[in-house]
T-cell receptor
Framework: DAKTTQPNSMESNEEEPVHLPCNHS???????IHWYRQLPSQGPEYVIHGLTSNVNNRMASLAIAEDRKSSTLILHRATLRDAAVYYC?????????????FGQGTELSVKP | GAVVSQHPSWVICKSGTSVKIECRSLDFQATTMFWYRQFPKQSLMLMATSNEGSKATYEQGVEKDKFLINHASLTLSTLTVTSAHPEDSSFYIC???????????????FGSGTRLTVV
């Protein structure tokens, strides 16, 4: 399975943008890039996913490098409620039986 | 949006007893559910894939006789931890794939998790 590499932790100030990087140099042509986040003592929550083009939704933006070997999750204005562990996951809908395999993720802390 | 309801949110049981955890998909049908467990300060580890009306597929190293999974309907999957021991104490989470019209993929939705403590 293609793997992702993320920094263990990042810090941000409230109301400032946050850029969470993810490296996936062994990504295959059919792998989608997924981002989920997990708040303390809760199940993960879907954030965004994409294949090649940049994606935007009400929660965040996903910027995908042209060679697809890296991506960045962008939170435009961090709030205290965005403090969570963010997981970047590759998923190939044609393989793996549809399952999501989680890596270690990035623990984001937000300072007021 | 699609919601997966997971119960109980926490449970304490005595060593040697069994515990059942339920996950229900509300307002959508989940043909496939996934079960994870998570130890403190660690990531989620996939335990098994549960398919409605058929046997679950377990990940390598997960004891199928200890972690019984039943997915008898399109809206309910259960995980039973049999003969629980303190080392089974963990956070258990279920997940389902969300699809919309024309099977458009919307991501995965997760239950809120069950904190199991075996004493």
């Amino acid at each position: 399975d293609a793997k992702t590499t993320q920094p263990n932790s990042m810090e941000s100030n409230e109301e400032e943008p946050v850029h969470l990087p993810c490296n996936h140099s062994t990504i295959s042509g059919t792998d989608y890039i997924h981002w989920y986040r997990q708040l303390p003592s809760q199940g993960p929550e879907y954030v965004i996913h994409g294949l090649t083009s940049n994606v935007n939704n009400r929660m965040a933006s996903l910027a995908i490098a042209e060679d697809r070997k890296s991506s960045t999750l962008i939170l435009h204005r961090a709030t205290l409620r965005d403090a969570a562990v963010y997981y970047c996951i590759l998923r190939d809908p044609l393989n793996q039986g549809g399952k999501l395999i989680f890596g270690q993720g990035t623990e984001l802390s937000v300072k007021p | 949006g699609a919601v997966v309801s997971q119960h109980p949110s926490w449970v304490i049981c005595k060593s040697g007893t069994s515990v059942k955890i339920e996950c229900r998909s509300l307002d959508f049908q989940a043909t496939t559910m996934f079960w994870y467990r998570q130890f403190p300060k660690q990531s989620l580890m996939l335990m098994a894939t549960s398919n409605e009306g058929s046997k679950a597929t377990y990940e390598q190293g997960v004891e199928k006789d200890k972690f019984l999974i039943n997915h008898a309907s399109l809206t309910l999957s259960t995980l039973t931890v049999t003969s629980a021991h303190p080392e089974d104490s963990s956070f258990y989470i279920c997940s389902a794939r969300m699809t919309g019209p024309s099977l458009l993929f919307y991501g995965y939705t997760f239950g809120s998790g069950t904190r199991l403590t075996v004493v």
